[in-house]
T-cell receptor, first 112, second 113 residues
Framework: GDSVTQMEGPVTLSEEAFLTINCTYTATGYPSLFWYVQYPGEGLQLLLKATKADDKGSNKGFEATYRKETTSFHLEKGSVQVSDSAVYFCALTIQGAQKLVFGQGTRLTINP | EAQVTQNPRYLITVTGKKLTVTCSQNMNHEYMSWYRQDPGLGLRQIYYSMNVEVTDKGDVPEGYKVSRKEKRNFPLILESPSPNQTSLYFC????????????FGSGTRLTVV
């Protein structure tokens, strides 16, 4: 079946550090890929998405590139801030599947 | 403000006592869905609805019911809650389905004792 695997957390970084959160996927069809972010006590928010190979999604300084050859969608940010502390979820959907398949989430903590 | 509103935010109940978690959206979205979030498992879909009176099972529907009598509302019903339904629940809506991206509610933390 379809699945998403994220790097194990938690991840702790200092402010202004470079961030990478790895995400790989297995899909029976041609997926669309997403990153969602969950701030403490809140619901998930769509951070970025990509719907075809080599597309780059970007938002709020975060980027992720859809790599079909490595079945990956790694999240990156060049300089993190304390306000980026949250749980990040990688997810996919297959056209017509009517659901998102989520990874287990990666908790990110940024220290000042 | 465009939003998905869930109630209650927190609920502690006893095994077997029927409960309903309400979900309402003000964006005129066709699609709505319920997920549960458990540590180490991410989010798993319980039920979804593609339009009024159209609902279908997700990956973990056992022990849950839903209804979609109006476009804006999509309540989750636990007829006889059990401790393994202790979880964090999220309602989500979308204009046309998951590819369009979801708007999530703030969540309902349910504890069944």
């Amino acid at each position: 079946g379809d699945s998403v695997t994220q790097m194990e957390g938690p991840v702790t970084l200092s402010e202004e550090a470079f961030l990478t959160i790895n995400c790989t996927y297995t899909a029976t069809g041609y997926p669309s890929l997403f990153w969602y972010v969950q701030y403490p006590g809140e619901g998930l928010q769509l951070l970025l998405k990509a719907t075809k190979a080599d597309d780059k999604g970007s938002n709020k300084g975060f980027e992720a590139t859809y790599r079909k050859e490595t079945t990956s969608f790694h999240l990156e940010k060049g300089s993190v801030q304390v306000s980026d502390s949250a749980v990040y979820f990688c997810a996919l959907t297959i056209q017509g599947a009517q659901k998102l398949v989520f990874g287990q989430g990666t908790r990110l903590t940024i220290n000042p | 403000e465009a939003q998905v509103t869930q109630n209650p935010r927190y609920l502690i109940t006893v095994t077997g006592k029927k409960l309903t978690v309400t979900c309402s959206q003000n964006m005129n979205h066709e699609y709505m869905s319920w997920y549960r979030q458990d540590p180490g498992l991410g989010l798993r879909q319980i039920y979804y609805s593609m339009n009024v009176e159209v609902t279908d099972k997700g990956d973990v529907p056992e022990g849950y019911k839903v209804s979609r009598k109006e476009k804006r509302n999509f309540p989750l019903i636990l007829e006889s809650p059990s401790p393994n339904q202790t979880s964090l629940y999220f309602c989500a809506s979308s204009l046309s389905g998951p590819v369009a991206g979801y708007t999530f509610g703030s969540g309902t933390r349910l504890t069944v004792v």
